[in-house]
């Protein structure tokens, strides 16, 4: 069974850091791209970052661009979004995601307030 679950969410004050996992399982994860989004009630998911099947290449929106670090473990079958000097309007549900496969985890909530 495949199963994308993420970690690592809460809350934070701005200019804080939160790292977030996500865990795969029931798939070959090693040989596939992964993708973190994000959503909120107000907007449609959007993408944050993106890596390629052996993690050497990144991309990064506008947003995430400077702030967040993608990074996998292939032996560890897991996909980190490393996120630093965090502002209020990062606050969103976090997902994982497996693009060629259209898997996506459940969501981690961030929250980025004082």
């Known amino acids: 069974q495949v199963r994308l679950a993420e970690s690592g969410g809460g809350l934070v004050q701005p200019g804080g850091s939160l790292r977030l996992s996500c865990a795969a399982s029931?798939?070959?994860?090693?040989?596939?791209?992964m993708s973190w989004y994000r959503q909120t009630p107000e907007k449609e998911r959007e993408l944050v970052a993106s890596i390629s099947s052996a993690g050497s290449s990144t991309t990064y929106t506008d947003s995430s661009k400077g702030r967040f670090t993608i990074s996998r473990d292939n032996a560890k079958n897991i996909v980190y979004l490393q996120m630093n000097s965090l502002k209020p309007e990062d606050t969103a549900v976090y997902y994982c995601h497996c693009p060629t496969k259209n898997y996506w985890g459940q969501g981690t909530q961030v929250t980025i307030s004082s």
């Open positions: 029931g798939f070959a994860f090693r040989m596939y791209a």
